[in-house]
């Protein structure tokens, strides 16, 4: 582990008598391998509500003090600190938030479940894993960043539950994005991250910093394997360029300069134009300083939160989500420039079309009542034809994107007005195909071997398979996701 550097934040007032060390949002900065910056934190109190966490391996938390960086208290404490701040973060803006049912009561964090370069979710735990290097052993849970992007996937579920099966690229990718808005909302409420960011930028918010670059150590680590799997300075970077386009129509993979349709490459699209509307939105506020960004950063928390809760689970996530949050914009911030600002980040992404975005219409009270009245339930099944895949069934059970659209909007075409959005069941068959060519699909419990689609690169050891088939009692079988899985598998 790299040393980092040595800048501390002083204890608050509401701050605990014990502080531990922590680092600030990686344990790495830039292209290098290390480097992050320490603060001084007060000591985190997992189980605090909403939203309680246990760590649940190791055991046993070492006492709460200062400790040298690299070391395994040091690394509990950087994990423990993050996810707490993550969960306060999220929980502060919905009071009654709990996770969802099948996680139970506390999220469990497991600090190293093995050997990879790799975090996921699974609605157990949160899984971290390490990975040895000649110079040093990347351990993912030791990155605020990483932390606070798994946290974000439980977050996530716990909103909006319909997403973990539904069968859409959009949703999978959206899933990605809000883990990475996570990260970057989290690390906002760090005094240290706040005034270290508007000195790097001269208080333009939309310039590439420590901020918007993503898990900076895990990146490092992966382009050792594969130099044009991710950023050349980070895993992602939330200041970036990236365009709309149907995922139907984008490769399943891609080097980290394109854009693919695998979830962690598309999502960051819309994390593009989230971070562009939340430094348009900083832009808009009365001052540019570390008051007014620690504001905007729960602002923004609160739109997303409420724009998601509204939203539909259709195919074009993406954008229905986008015309939901400009709606709470519209509605809970009038007269902040917050709508402008967030319009202008989607139609430059290319999430909403111009033309919407100009003539904003109320949502179909039809569909608004039907979404707000389906709560966490799961969305309908279909039957999706798969007999010419060789799996030994002819067809299978997806939960389809169908709840009715509360907008008539779509993500917009390269030339002129909006890209049409698939049908529920064309999207379901795109999705269904994307995860077999990711080799993302257990199929074994219905197939032979030879059906197979593997991934050389995949570690033998645990299993990273997002998806299965699972054969139920009733005679059906049924796609279902197992797990969020954020690990580099080539």
């Known amino acids: 582990m790299g040393q980092g550097s040595g800048r501390h934040g002083a204890p608050g007032k509401h701050e605990s008598s014990r502080t531990i060390n922590a680092f600030e949002h990686d344990p790495a900065m830039g292209a290098g391998s290390s480097g992050g910056v320490i603060v001084r934190r ?36 950087v994990t423990a600190e993050a996810a707490r701040r993550g969960a306060d973060y999220w929980g502060g803006l919905e009071p009654k938030l709990a996770w969802n049912s099948q996680v139970g009561s506390k999220l469990s964090i497991d600090t190293d479940a093995g050997k990879d370069l790799n975090a996921f979710y699974d609605r157990n735990n949160l899984s971290f894993f390490h990975f040895p290097f000649d110079a040093l052993t990347i351990y993912s849970a030791a ?66 910093s420590n901020l918007s670059r993503l898990a900076e150590q895990l990146g490092w680590g992966i382009r050792q394997l594969d130099p044009t799997a991710v950023d050349p300075d980070c895993l992602r970077n939330a200041v970036n360029r990236f365009f709309y386009a149907d995922p139907d129509t984008l490769p399943s993979r891609g080097p980290a300069s394109s854009l693919s349709s695998e979830v962690h490459s598309f999502s960051r699209v819309f994390t593009g134009a989230f971070f562009e509307g939340l430094a348009g939105m900083f832009k808009a506020r009365p001052a540019q300083d570390e008051e007014n960004l620690l504001q905007v950063s729960h602002d923004m928390g609160r739109i997303l939160v409420d724009g998601i809760k509204n939203a539909s689970v259709v195919p074009n996530f993406y954008s229905e989500v986008a015309a939901n949050i400009l709606a709470v914009a519209d509605s809970q911030f009038a007269g902040s420039g917050y709508r402008e600002a967030l319009n202008s980040a989607f ?46 069934v002819n067809s299978i059970v997806v939960f389809a994107a169908d709840q009715p659209r509360q907008f008539d909007v779509a993500g917009a075409a390269a030339a002129v007005g909006a890209v049409a959005p698939p049908a529920s069941n064309d999207a379901a068959k795109a999705f269904f195909e994307d995860l077999l060519r990711q080799g993302r699909i257990n199929v074994s419990a219905v197939a032979t071997p030879r059906a197979a689609i593997t991934r050389a690169a995949a570690p033998t050891t645990h299993d990273t398979f997002t998806h299965e088939l699972r054969p139920e009692a009733d005679g059906t079988v049924t796609l279902r996701r197992l797990r969020i899985d954020c690990g580099f598998h080539v």
Not at 52 to 69: T, W
Not at 150 to 179: C, M, R, T
Not at 361 to 385: D, F, I, T
Request: aromatic share 6%; proline share 9%.
């Open 42 to 77: 007060p000591t985190p109190k997992l189980g605090a509500t909403p939203l309680p966490i246990v760590i649940g391996n190791p055991k046993s938390a070492p006492p709460a003090k200062i400790y040298p960086v690299g070391t395994p208290e040091f690394r509990y404490w």
């Open 143 to 208: 990155s605020p960043d990483v932390v606070c992007h798994e946290l974000g996937h439980a977050v996530l579920d716990a909103i909006k539950p319909q997403l973990w099966d539904a069968a859409s690229l959009e949703a999978g990718a959206f899933h990605e994005s809000f883990g990475d808005m996570s990260a970057i909302l989290s690390a906002l409420q760090l005094e240290n991250m706040r005034h270290d960011v508007l000195n790097d930028t001269g208080g333009v918010l939309s310039r590439s």
């Open 347 to 392: 139609v430059r992404h290319g999430i909403i079309p111009p033309a919407f975005g100009m003539a904003l219409a109320a949502p179909r009270a039809a569909a608004v009542a039907a979404v707000a009245g389906g709560g966490g339930g799961e969305l309908s099944r279909q039957n999706l034809s798969v007999a010419e895949y060789g799996l030994n």
